[in-house]
């Protein structure tokens, strides 16, 4: 796609709307560029998580309101093709839940040649199809790891499976992907344990992200007060390791990266990062446009406005219609999350329905 300049349309927050510039990128009104498309792909997941679901799951999508693999295809084709997006995740729920991720991937591979495709992902059963996955066109993983004590995980995910998520870790590093990062929400019960999750991941070769706990957990239970912030995680490391600070990998990247003095991972300093999702928010660099499982896009995390994309696609409109529709929801993309302000509010919908 060629490039295109993009007005300066920032505003304040609180300002009067302005016209929508005419460029097919997804600008919003405060200047940002979506170019980073996140999808869900299905609420299921083989775990139960604390902080993510209720022990019975998620309510159920009907079959008939998710999106099938080709509306998938076609929709990730269309936002690279037609809207700018140079990256895609696909997310859950957990991605490995749908039989057809495969087929998915090896479709978005076909459909954009050059497009990175990345997952995030449990790794529960990891082992047994990531070698589909990179031979079907998967460049990246993210596996979703608290605490490395057994004990610890199964209370935390309600389900005795850590071993198989050490495996997948391992298999997708022999699989050749790079990187593998290991994503951990540290709460007060499991921060002790942070050092030995970071020791764990330098002698596995994977870059370690701690990520704040947000307010989208399905049983509401998060609170401000009791949440584990970036510096009590830097604090807890910090008793074990020498942390330098390295910046950010790019200006729109969540994560805080801090080298690990004395460690490599690949021939290269070893890093840590921490995403201060609440603390030291990043919403102003913000450049990520989400699709749940149901079609809708979603501008914000924390945003409950959501438009149909897949009913206009299902209806037999064209892409440039689609596009258009699209371009109108980011447009209306809030400042920021707002939390700890006094109009903040929980989204309806919590983390594993929307999709990270």
Known sequence: MAAVTVPDTRRAPGAGPHTRPATPLLVDSFGRVARDLRVSLTEKCSLRCTYCMPEEGLPPIPDA????????????????????????????????????????????????????????????????RVGRLVEAGLDRINISLDTVDRAEFAELTRRDRLPSVLRGVRAAVEAGLDPVKVNAVPLRATLHGAPDLLEWALAEGVQLRFIEEMPLDAEATWSRAEMVTAADVLDSLRTRFELVPAGREDPSAPAELWRVAGHTVGGAPATVGVIATVTRNFCAACDRTRLTAE??????????????????????????????????????????????????????????????
């Open 65 to 128: 309101a998710r999106m099938t693999a080709d509306e998938v295809i076609r929709l990730v084709a269309l936002a690279h093709r037609e809207l700018g997006v140079h990256e895609v995740r696909f997310t859950g729920g957990e991605p490995l839940m749908r039989s057809d991720l495969e087929r998915i991937i090896a479709g978005t591979r076909e459909a954009c040649p050059d497009l990175p495709i990345a997952m995030t992902s449990n790794g529960v059963g990891l082992e047994h």
């Open 295 to 356: 079609g809708t896009v979603r501008s914000c995390l924390f945003s409950d406005d959501e438009t149909d994309v897949l009913g206009v696609l299902r209806s037999g409109a064209p892409d440039s219609e689609v596009a258009e529709i699209w371009r109108g929801a980011m447009w209306g993309k809030q400042a920021g999350h707002g939390i700890g302000g006094t109009a903040f509010h929980r989204p309806r919908r919590s983390m594993g329905a929307i999709g990270g």
